[in-house]
């Protein structure tokens, strides 16, 4: 069992930062791959990727040049700094890990409010 703890969302103005956090339980952190999805609280919408990161970071498009994806193996925690924020990237932000053994874990969601 594997548990992620967010933090870091809030409101922040167009053009901001914030930055995300996210603490995992386990022993075997190195061997996680470990995400950001961000979902919409409305009907019909999915939980899209953000980003992912093994040893290599990978982001999706949108995010490209604005946020960064980063890890800390000793301190079992990753980080997503969001640069130039647009009032698009409004979400509930989750954390995923993906195990080697395939389980996923998911945390409990930030909300990340970009508005003037």
């Known amino acids: 069992q594997v548990q992620l703890v967010e933090s870091g969302g809030g409101l922040v103005q167009p053009g901001g930062s914030l930055r995300l956090t996210c603490l995992a339980s386990?022993?075997?952190?190195?061997?996680?791959?470990m995400g950001w999805y961000r979902e919409a609280p409305a009907p019909g919408k999915s939980r899209e990727l953000v980003?992912?990161?093994?040893?290599?970071?990978y982001y999706v498009d949108s995010v490209k040049g604005r946020f960064t994806l980063s890890r800390d193996n000793a301190k079992s925690t990753v980080y997503l700094q969001m640069d130039s924020l647009k009032p698009e990237d409004t979400d509930v932000y989750y954390c995923?890990?993906?195990?080697?053994?395939?389980?996923?874990?998911w945390g409990q969601g930030t909300q990340v409010t970009v508005s003037s």
């Open positions: 386990g022993s075997d952190f190195s061997r996680y791959v």
């Open positions: 980003a992912t990161i093994f040893i290599g970071p």
């Open positions: 995923r890990a993906n195990l080697p053994g395939g389980e996923i874990y």
